[in-house]
């Protein structure tokens, strides 16, 4: 989606040998979720009526301060009518951080049944910004087979500057990385990638993926050369591999993907497909074969290859 969904690490994981599947939730410190919510720059508007007072408290977190500081930030913007959905975030974490107190700090095992209330933002914003990472203990054959972890990191263009922080550490300590991408070209968020890149050197170069997710997208005419000009999908593309080469990236490793109807068709395979997903797999299938059937033969062959 275009809003930021992601709100802490989760890492996905075959449970040991005889240990049940669970949830494992590790919360940050009282002071460490007081600092990040006045350096999260979704609040920052909200937060620069005093800035003094948000940058001390960022610094020192004394808890009744800065509780009082926040519902004073909130009574400020309703009075000003501004950002009635940021002021009642700030509420709502509020109310979390006094019902999770307990936790914080600490570590929490729950059962997987219940891992919505730890990854979704539908469960309450204020219960996310507590969390610093979720471990997912899954009977997952593969995972299990191979003994590896799957952590899903927020982005590197988060909102949350702690959660950044964990992300490039990720980004530095993981054996594969993949980034993911929408299929219209990389954002302007690929310079922090650069800056990351550089300090790293080769350790992030030689393991980094880059998946260009929801493909489906393009129109079939955006496949076809007109008039001797480039097809437009070889606009998009170079402008996804002009910055990969740009950092020494291997270009071999973009791929072009569409999560949904690859969902649908594992939904198939296990005969668990409702008769209006049926339909759009449908839908989708014919419009991928149209725009494949559609490719122009002499357009770039590393792009033909990926798309066919």
Request: proline share 3%; net charge negative; with cysteine.
């Amino acid at each position: 989606e275009d809003a930021e969904c992601t709100f802490s690490v989760g890492v996905i994981a075959a449970p040991g040998p005889g240990e049940e599947e669970r949830v494992q939730v590790t919360y940050y410190t009282a002071e460490e979720a007081l600092s990040n919510i006045f350096k999260h720059m979704r609040y920052y508007k909200l937060f620069s009526w005093d800035e003094d007072k948000t940058k001390a408290l960022a610094a020192n977190p004394v808890e009744a301060d800065a509780m009082e500081h926040i519902q004073a930030t909130v009574k400020h913007a309703r009075e000003q009518g501004q950002d009635e959905e940021e002021a009642g975030e700030l509420l709502d974490f509020v109310d979390a951080f006094k019902q999770f107190k307990n936790r914080l700090g600490g570590t929490h095992i729950d059962k997987l049944d219940n891992l919505p209330t730890y990854v979704r933002k539908e469960e309450g914003i204020g219960h996310l910004l507590l969390i610093r990472i979720v471990h997912m203990y899954m009977n997952n054959p593969v995972l299990a087979k191979q003994g590896f972890n799957i952590a899903d990191t927020p982005g590197t263009d988060s909102m949350n500057q702690a959660a950044k922080d964990i992300t490039f550490t990720y980004l530095k300590e993981a054996d594969a990385v993949i980034y993911l991408a929408e299929a219209r070209g990389l954002s302007t968020n690929f310079e922090v990638i650069r800056e990351e890149i550089s300090k790293y050197h080769t350790s992030i170069r030689d393991k980094m993926f880059i998946v260009a997710n929801k493909a489906d997208v393009y129109e079939v005419k955006s496949m076809r050369k007109e008039g001797g000009r480039k097809a437009p999908i070889e606009v998009v593309y170079e402008g996804i591999v002009n910055p990969l080469r740009s950092l020494g990236l291997n270009e071999e490793k973009l791929f072009f993907t569409a999560g949904r109807i690859s969902e649908l068709e594992q939904k198939k395979k296990m005969g668990t497909m409702l008769p209006e997903e049926e339909s759009q797999y449908n839908t989708m299938s014919k419009a991928l074969a149209d725009k494949k059937a559609a490719l122009s033969s002499d357009i770039n062959p590393g792009l033909l290859a990926k798309l066919q």
